[in-house]
């Protein structure tokens, strides 16, 4: 489903990624993890389009992010190219960026309606469905003011997937909430992941890793230090970096 091959990416001078390669499987949960500054955020914003890589090919179900080949040539995409790649990637950030003028459900239902031409009713009730999926079937009409920071990550990850991805993008969704209500979106991620959606999590929820990973990289300036099953690297790292780091968060 995404598969990074040599990727580089540099802001001025300042190398965030490394010549960074992995792969995640369909249907394969790859959780995302190291210290601040490290390039998560980056590679994750690579693979959505919000970043273009400088070196190397990143490609989502075999199609190149930023480019399409003619032979042996590659091309730039134009916008609508990358806008028509992205739409199937849903993203969750660590604060949950619902519009607050917006019920939960208006939030769900804008993206089906304008970027896919969704009617009002079949977004709605799509949006429903997706609230009662959350945990949140009695929140539909609530602004996001009055929802619980756990309740607000849920509505986001909802919207999200009223795209229908094939593929989501998670960047610390439990960073911002206060620890009581982390839980909760653990919760949803861990039914999604069930169902097989492909997912990609940067976080620092160990217990989330071993429990629903199916592989862990472990990056630290820029570069993959080490990667595996989530239970071996957590139970048995191998290089003082990943030791050093883990000792921090576990
Ligand atoms: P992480 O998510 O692992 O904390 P980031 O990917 O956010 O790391 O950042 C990695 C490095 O890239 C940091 O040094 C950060 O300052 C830098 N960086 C991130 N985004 C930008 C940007 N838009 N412009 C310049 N530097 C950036
Ligand atoms: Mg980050």
Avoid: W
Wanted: proline content about 4%; hydrophobic content about 40%; some cysteine.
């Amino acid at each position: 489903m995404v598969h990074a091959d040599r990727v580089s990416k540099s802001f001025g001078s300042n190398r965030v990624l490394k010549s960074i390669s992995l792969t995640v499987n369909t249907g394969e949960v790859l959780c995302l993890v190291g210290p601040s500054g490290s390039g998560k955020s980056t590679f994750l914003r690579c693979i959505n389009h919000l970043e273009r890589v400088d070196a190397g090919r990143l490609s989502v179900e075999g199609q190149l992010v930023g480019y399409r080949q003619k032979g042996e040539k590659l091309y730039e995409l134009r916008p609508r190219e990358a806008a028509f790649q992205r739409r199937e990637i849903g993203m969750v950030f660590q604060r949950f960026n619902l519009f607050p003028h917006l019920t939960a459900l208006e939030n769900i239902i804008q993206a089906p309606m304008r970027v896919k031409g969704m009617s009002k009713a079949k977004a709605s009730k799509r949006a429903v469905e997706l609230m009662e999926r959350v945990g949140l079937g009695d929140k539909a009409g609530h602004y996001p003011a009055h929802l619980s920071g756990g309740q607000q990550q849920r509505v986001a990850i909802a919207r999200a997937l009223a795209m229908d991805p094939k593929l989501m993008l998670f960047d610390e969704p439990t960073s911002a909430l206060d620890p009581e209500l982390v839980g909760e979106v653990l919760d949803v991620m861990k039914e999604l992941a069930s169902t097989g959606m492909t997912m990609i999590v940067v976080t620092h929820e160990m217990g989330f890793a071993r429990e629903v990973a199916d592989s862990l990289v472990f990056m630290d300036g820029g570069v993959v230090v080490e990667s595996g099953n989530p239970r071996e690297v957590l139970s048995n790292p191998q290089h003082g970096r990943t030791k050093a780091f883990l000792s921090k968060v576990l």
